[in-house]
């Protein structure tokens, strides 16, 4: 593992790490790796059945349950996180999607609206109800950083994505917007990493994944990005090394973004 003690003496919270698959397993990890104290969270329903309780014994990082749609649960985490680590928040992960129409198999054309209604309010809504909650509480540091993950899908038309989309969309709209007060009260930054297909438990749930990861590796001029690549960008993100990138989306794809056509790609068919 590459290091640098990058966010020696920061705090941070991490959610989202479900098992070694999860990208927010692998920058949990390498926050550590490079000089910070954290806590973990995810859902009680999500820490059930996946391994958080190992990670935070490997990382000595206390492992909080709190359902991100709910602002109780989101003020008790944030309280017990700065009193734990000792002070406000430098940087806080938001890893967080699910869609029942996508784990049903529902198609875009023929959606469940009371379960997408879930979706936004899990896969979104959380991000803004997050920040709304570190705003008002003033548990952010001065010069902080919070950062979410998307995908690509909220610019282009991925079909299988479905809903997905559009909640990817919204958290990259929130980001901006509260990106913006964010920063006028306190220069903390707000962005969102367009990450690459990742072989993740709720991507892999995605219909035609496999599909969709083979076409950007050979799309990619450097491939897709590895979750352990995008633990170390978000490290970086994280770090006083970016006090100046906020209210961006930031691809992380190996250069799939920019691409057009790739010849590869043709002799393929």
Same mark, same amino acid.
């Given at each position: 593992?590459?290091? #640098?003690?990058?966010?020696?003496?920061?705090?941070?919270?991490?959610?989202?790490? /479900?098992?070694?698959?999860?990208?927010?397993?692998?920058?949990?990890?390498?926050?550590?790796?490079?000089?910070?104290?954290?806590? /973990?969270?995810?859902?009680?329903?999500? @820490?059930?059945?996946?391994?958080?309780?190992?990670?935070?014994?490997?990382?000595?990082?206390?492992?909080?349950?709190?359902?991100?749609?709910?602002?109780?649960? /989101?003020?008790?985490?944030?309280?017990?996180?700065?009193?734990?680590?000792?002070?406000?928040?430098?940087?806080?992960? #938001?890893?967080?999607? @699910?869609?029942?129409?996508?784990?049903?198999?529902?198609?875009?054309?023929?959606?469940? #609206?009371?379960? @997408? #209604?879930?979706?936004?309010?899990i896969s979104a809504m959380s991000f803004h109800r997050m920040m709304q909650v570190l705003y008002q509480t003033d548990s952010m540091a001065d010069g902080g950083s919070i950062l979410a993950l998307t995908y690509i899908a909220a610019q282009r038309?991925?079909?299988?994505?479905?809903?997905?989309?559009?909640?990817?969309?919204?958290?990259? &709209?929130?980001?901006?917007?509260?990106?913006?007060?964010?920063?006028?009260?306190?220069?903390?930054?707000?962005?969102?990493?367009?990450?690459?297909?990742?072989?993740?438990?709720?991507? &892999?749930?995605?219909?035609?994944?496999?599909?969709?990861? &083979?076409?950007?590796?050979? @799309?990619?001029? /450097?491939?897709?990005?590895?979750?352990?690549d995008c633990a170390r960008y978000c490290a970086s993100l994280f770090s006083d090394y970016t006090r100046a990138v906020t209210m961006q989306n930031l691809f992380h794809d190996g250069g799939f973004s920019s691409m057009g056509v790739n010849p590869?790609?043709?002799?393929?068919?």
């Amino acid at each position: 593992m590459i290091q #640098h003690q990058l966010l020696a003496g920061k705090r941070g919270v991490i959610f989202g790490a /479900l098992d070694e698959s999860s990208i927010a397993w692998h920058v949990a990890t390498q926050c550590v790796a490079e000089g910070a104290k954290i806590t /973990l969270t995810n859902a009680p329903v999500a @820490m059930r059945f996946g391994t958080i309780q190992q990670l935070g014994e490997k990382l000595n990082a206390e492992v909080i349950s709190a359902d991100a749609t709910s602002t109780e649960e /989101l003020t008790a985490l944030f309280q017990k996180s700065v009193e734990i680590l000792g002070g406000p928040l430098d940087f806080v992960l #938001h890893s967080i999607g @699910m869609s029942l129409n996508v784990r049903k198999g529902k198609t875009y054309t023929d959606i469940n #609206h009371e379960w @997408m #209604h879930k979706t936004l309010d899990i896969s979104a809504m959380s991000f803004h109800r997050m920040m709304q909650v570190l705003y008002q509480t003033d548990s952010m540091a001065d010069g902080g950083s919070i950062l979410a993950l998307t995908y690509i899908a909220a610019q282009r038309v991925f079909p299988d994505y479905s809903e997905m989309a559009d909640a990817k969309a919204l958290l990259e &709209s929130f980001a901006r917007s509260f990106g913006y007060h964010f920063g006028v009260k306190k220069g903390v930054r707000v962005n969102t990493i367009s990450q690459s297909p990742t072989r993740t438990t709720a991507g &892999s749930g995605v219909k035609g994944f496999d599909d969709f990861f &083979s076409y950007a590796e050979t @799309m990619a001029p /450097l491939g897709n990005a590895t979750a352990e690549d995008c633990a170390r960008y978000c490290a970086s993100l994280f770090s006083d090394y970016t006090r100046a990138v906020t209210m961006q989306n930031l691809f992380h794809d190996g250069g799939f973004s920019s691409m057009g056509v790739n010849p590869a790609v043709l002799s393929k068919e």
